[in-house]
């Protein structure tokens, strides 16, 4: 991997639209809840260069501390940044990480978390989606995904159908329920953005049935179902045509942890569409979206440099004896 590009705050990398600076303005203000003293960091590749020079711009009314650093050589999620850049991001107060793929379950992440920056990751973000979900009042959504995220945390067990055809149970006994809210006010607070999920680490090994992603699917063009058998938390058999060919490619380059059933999510976002961006699809209000692969940074136990998720729809979720989704549909 390589930096290619270091833009320091008195730099100008492009004017902005008025809706643009609204946007960066929110995400800075109500989201970030940046202050005069802060460090802000925007870490970006050249895909994504020009999206981050919104939040790059407009963090610049807020504090006299502002960088942007541009790096290629990214392949897939969770592949490890520069060490250089996971120093940048620990030593900052505030890190805004907008590339194509994503560096959320990455240890570097983890380490500048760990160092109580408060950071959100926009994986594959366009200018579509940030016109589009970053300018909503993110307390709404907040308040649903930590209520959820609670449910979750004081479960055991959960049963996830679908009338496309999932059918699985799981364990979540002991793991904590998470909350992406689109709000990173304490130290330490990291998520999306767009932001609108609860969502679990299940325990390793107790996840069994079948799952049929039939939304969205990570970096997959979906004209056809993807379905997954699951035994003992694992993977064992994929079909559903070339989808489930590309994914089956993917999972074997990144070795046998991949098959790991990683997480299960709710999205609560009212905002988000549907569509072949994960960032945005798993946000989709009433959807469920499972995971395979990396859990490390959430409470799981198992690390790969592989993280992918798809979403399935009209969902019907229960855990213990709450009902939280009946067909898509939050019951309460």
């Known amino acids: 991997m390589e930096i290619e590009k270091v833009v320091e705050q008195n730099s100008k990398i492009r004017s ?3 809706q643009e600076y609204q946007i960066g303005r929110n995400v800075m203000e109500a989201c970030m809840y940046v202050q005069p003293s802060e460090k802000v960091l925007i870490v970006t590749d050249p895909e994504e260069y020009k999206n981050a020079a919104i939040f790059f711009e407009a963090a610049k009314e807020f504090t006299d501390s502002v960088k942007l650093i541009s790096f290629s050589g990214m392949h897939k999620n969770a592949q490890e940044p520069p060490p250089e850049i996971v120093q940048e991001i620990i030593a900052a107060d505030v ?5 194509k793929h994503s560096l959320t379950h990455t240890k570097g992440r983890l380490d500048g978390t760990k160092s109580k920056t408060r950071i959100a990751t926009m994986p594959g973000i366009t200018q579509e989606i940030i016109m589009r979900t970053l300018g909503v009042d993110y307390s709404e959504v907040a308040a649903l995904s930590i209520k959820i995220a609670n449910i979750l945390t004081k479960s055991k067990k959960g049963k996830l159908t679908a ?6 149970t799981f364990s979540i006994a002991g793991r904590a329920g998470i909350a992406d809210t689109g709000l990173f006010v304490k130290k330490g607070a990291e998520g999306n953005l767009p932001a609108g999920e609860a969502f679990i680490a299940p325990l390793e090994g107790t996840t069994n049935g079948i799952i049929v992603f039939d939304g969205s699917f990570d970096a997959i063009e979906l004209n056809q179902p993807i379905i997954t058998e699951i035994q003992d938390g694992k993977v064992i058999s994929i079909k559903g045509g070339k989808p489930a060919d590309i994914l089956k490619r993917r999972m ?4 046998e942890a991949a098959y790991n059933i990683a997480e299960l999510g709710i999205g609560t976002n009212s905002a988000a569409e549907l569509s072949s961006n994960l960032l945005e ?16 940074t959430f409470g799981g136990t198992v690390s790969v440099p592989f993280h992918s998720d798809g979403v399935i729809l009209s969902p019907t979720l229960k855990v213990d004896d709450i009902l939280i989704l009946d067909r898509g549909s939050f019951r309460w």
């Open 16 to 18: 902005l639209t008025t």
């Open 95 to 99: 890190a805004i990480l907008i590339t």
């Open 163 to 168: 009338e496309g055809g999932t059918d699985i």
């Open 252 to 255: 074997d380059s990144a070795g």
């Open 281 to 296: 699809a798993e946000k989709v209000f009433g959807t469920v979206h499972v995971a395979m692969g990396s859990n490390i």
